[in-house]
């Protein structure tokens, strides 16, 4: 059986989810994160505290809650040139992704990921993709995950199993996971310390949590939140 896991945890609502859904389920959790040049150090940051703030309100959590990972990735600032890495402004080019797409990143992402998995004794890697995303990233899609997961397999001769639990919820229903898992102490805990704005905001607090307001990735917050919170209601 698997019971030991490696999280992709970037600091964002989607993997931060995706950490309390490994906690419940994995007797061994541990989190790696990539640095690769963001424009915002802030969603770093958030890392850090939401871990700490997840173990002292989840005591059994954390302790099945390993070791956190760092891997330097700041070589895909050569081969970008995105307004992730870049001082540019966010807009979206002819194939409808937004210019915040480094190419293939998420197959990079996991590969390593894979490889430090292996190096930990971890068998699953667990990732909040979703193919219900406004951006449609190809790197990001069922199909995509579901081939890494046999070419991971088959170049480790070791089973490797990715897991994508919000692979066909939208953020509403990324909520309401939380709030399963978790509770509502959860849900304000992703609300506070989580980061999802493109553009580093943190001054600004909305009932969805900090953000510009503005960018693609705070409206699509900003949305699933307050569908989320009409749907307890109602
Ligand atoms: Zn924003």
Known sequence: MHTSALVLFSGGQDS????????????????????????????LECRSTFLRAL??????WDKKLGEDHM??????GQISDTSLTQAKSIEFGK??????????????????ASALAYRRGLTVLVGGMCE????GYPDCRDDTLKSLQVTLSLGLDQRMVVETPLMWLDKAATWRMAEQLGGNNLVSLILEESHTCYLGDRSQRHAWGYGCGKCPACELRQTGYETYRRGQHG
């Open 95 to 112: 194939s409808g992704l937004p210019n915040t797409f480094v190419p293939g990143r998420n197959l990079l992402f996991l590969t390593f």
């Open 16 to 43: 931060a989810t995706c950490l309390a859904w490994s906690l419940e389920r994995y007797q061994n959790v541990e989190t790696i994160g990539f640095n690769y040049g963001q424009r915002h150090a802030v969603e």
């Open 71 to 76: 891997l330097d990735m700041s070589l895909l």
């Open 132 to 135: 219900t995303d406004y951006s």
């Open 55 to 60: 173990r002292k309100s989840y005591p059994s």
